[in-house]
């Protein structure tokens, strides 16, 4: 099955759902604030929600990522 998610975008909302904050991801990822906010906000207009936390639900409910 192919996933909706990119592998980066998986790495972000499986780590936003451990309670990481953006500035956090940036680090663990070695990337930036910034292109932690751009994959979130990918993520929210791929899926058609309004915030990360519709976001993160629609993921679980569609098992793109696991709590």
Same mark, same amino acid.
């Given at each position: 099955?192919?996933? &909706?998610? *990119?592998?980066?975008?998986?790495? +972000?909302? !499986?780590?936003?759902? %451990?309670?990481? !904050? *953006?500035?956090? +991801?940036?680090? %663990? &990822?070695?990337?930036?604030?910034? !292109? #932690? /906010?751009?994959?979130?906000?990918? #993520?929210? %207009?791929? =899926?058609?929600? $309004?915030? /990360? +936390? %519709?976001? #993160?639900?629609? =993921? +679980?409910?569609?098992? $793109?990522?696991?709590?």
């Amino acid at each position: 099955m192919h996933s &909706l998610l *990119t592998k980066r975008e998986k790495e +972000i909302f !499986t780590l936003l759902i %451990q309670s990481y !904050t *953006t500035k956090e +991801i940036a680090k %663990q &990822l070695y990337i930036s604030e910034k !292109t #932690v /906010r751009n994959h979130i906000s990918n #993520v929210i %207009q791929k =899926l058609g929600v $309004e915030s /990360r +936390i %519709q976001a #993160v639900l629609e =993921l +679980i409910k569609m098992k $793109e990522i696991d709590l």
